[in-house]
C-alpha cells in the first residue's frame, strides 16, 4: 500500500480504538453507581447529545423529566448530569444537600474568562469564596448599599426617558436601551462611573455568558484534550479574553490612579473597585486578594448584573403589551401613584402593589437563567433515594417547575394576579419558584437587580405608551425563546414609544 493510502486506513483505526476507548471509560464511570436516577437510554461516546440537536436545553429537559420524572440522569458528551424538576427534588438539591452540592464544574471554557475560577460564581465552595462574596454583599449588593444607589438608578432613568422621548413616534430597540442603562447602573455603582468601555462590554457579556453555560464541545468531552486546545487556540475565544483582561486592567489602573490623588478634607470613593484595592493595599484579609482576584470580581459584577436583569424588564413588557388587560391595568396604577410628581421616583415605589406582581409572574414565566447555574456533587450524595457519585454535575431546572400544572394552576398562563395573597417569594425558600437559585450558592444580586427591573418598568409605563411596529397587534408578537444559558426573545423587542402627558 502506497503511504497516502495507508492514512486515512491508519487515522480511521484509531479514530475507533479512541472511541472504543472513551466508551468503556464512560460506562465504567456510569456503571459506578448502581442505584442511579433513570434516564434515556444512551449512546456509546455522545450519550444523549442527539437529543438536544437543534432544540432549547431547558424545553427538552422539560419534555425528558414528564417522561423519566422530576430525578433524572442524562449524558452529554462524556459527563454525567443529574437534572431536577420537581420542587422536592429542588429542596434536596439547594436545601437538604446544599453542601455536598455547594461545588460548581469547572468548565474549560469558563477557566480562562475567570482567571483560573477566581470569581465567585466559579470558585470551588471554600473559605475564598466565602471572603469574596461576603465583600460584595458587604460593599455593593446588600438592602442598606442598594438603597444608596438610588440616585444613580432615578438619574439613569431621567436619561432613559429622555433617549426614548427624543425617538418618540419611530421604531426603537428596547432591548439595546435597556441592556445598556442596565450596565450603566451597575458600573457607576461598583466602579463610580460611566464605565467607558461599556460599548465593548455589550457586546462580550453575551458571548461570556454562552461560555459559562459548560456545553462547548471541550466541556462535554473533558478527557479529550484536543477539544481544549482547540477551543483556547479560537481566534475568536483568545480575542474575547484579550479584550476583557484589557478592559479590566484599565478599569483598575484608573481606579490606582485615582487612589493616589492627595485628598485634603475630601471624602473618598468607596466603590467596589476602590474598597477591594483597600483590601489588597491594606493586607488585612485571611486570604489577600491579588490583581488578578480583584479583576475576576469585577467580571462577574458585570456578567452576573450586566443582562439577565434587562431581559425580565423585556420579557416583563412583551408579556404586557401580548396581554393588554395587564399592561393597562400596570399603567393606570403607576399613573395614578405618581400623578401628582409628575415623574417617577423611588420613595413612591413601594405603592406599586401590582407592578410588584408583574415582576414575580415574570420571573416565574421567563426566569433569565432557567438552568440556574450547574452545581457539581463534592461527595457521593443521597437525592430522593438515589446515589449520585462525587463529580457529577446538577442542574435545577427552574423553567419546569415554574410551570409545573401541580405547582401553578393554569401554569401556561401569564397572570400576575395569582400571586395577590400569596405568600410565595423568589428569595430562595419556596422550590416551586428559585428564579434566584437558593441555599449556599444563591444569587447574592436579588435586592440590586430588583430596585433596578422596579424602577426601569415604572418609568417605562409611566411616560409611554407603547405599540408594536407596521400596525403588529398583540397576536403577531413572536414570543420564542432562544437558550445560551440565558433565555432571551429571539427577536429584539422593537417598539414605537408614544409619550404620555399627564394632565395637570
Ligand atoms: C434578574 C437578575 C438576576 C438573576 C435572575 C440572577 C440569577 C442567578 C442565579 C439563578 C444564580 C445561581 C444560583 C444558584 O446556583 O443557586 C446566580 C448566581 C450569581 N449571581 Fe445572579 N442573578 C441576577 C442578577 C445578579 C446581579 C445584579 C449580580 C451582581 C452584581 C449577580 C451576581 C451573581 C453571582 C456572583 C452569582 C454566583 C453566586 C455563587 O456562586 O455563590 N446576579 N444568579
Redesign the pocket.
Known sequence: MENQDLFPFLLTFLFIVIAYMLWRKSRSSSDNSSNLPPGPWKFPLIGNLNLFVGTVAHHRFSDLAKKFGPIMHLQLGQVPYIVISSPEAAREV?KVNDLSLAD?PQFHSAKFITYNFK?????SYGDY?RQL?KI?MLE??SQRRVQSFRSIREEEMRNVVGDITSKAGSVINLREILFSSGLAI?SRA?FGGICKHREEFKHLIPEIVTAFGGLSVADLFPSIKLFQMILEMRPKFKKMHQKLDEILENIIMEHRAEKAIERTGEAEPDDLVYVLLNLQDNGELELPLTTTNIKAIIL???????E??S??IEWAMSEMLKNPRIMEKAQAEVRHVFASKGYVEEAGIHELKYLSLVMKET?RFH???PL????ESREPVKISGYEIPAKYRVI?N?WAIGRDPQCWPEAETFCPERFLDCAIDYK?LNFEF?????????????S???A??EITLANLLFHFDWKLPGGKTPEDLDMTEVFSNVARRKDELCLVPIPYHPTP
Do not use: E, N, Q, Y
Open positions: 439547594m460548581r470569581d465567585i460564581a466559579f470558585s469564596w462574596k460584595c455593593l449588593l451597575m461598583a462577574d459584577v458585570f456578567t452576573g448584573g450586566g439577565s436583569s431581559t425580565i420571573l426566569p433569565s437563567l440556574l447555574v450547574p452545581r435545577v427552574a430562595g428559585t428564579p434566584f437559585g437558593s441555599g449556599r450558592r444563591m444569587c447574592p444580586g436579588i440590586f437587580s430588583m433596578t427591573i
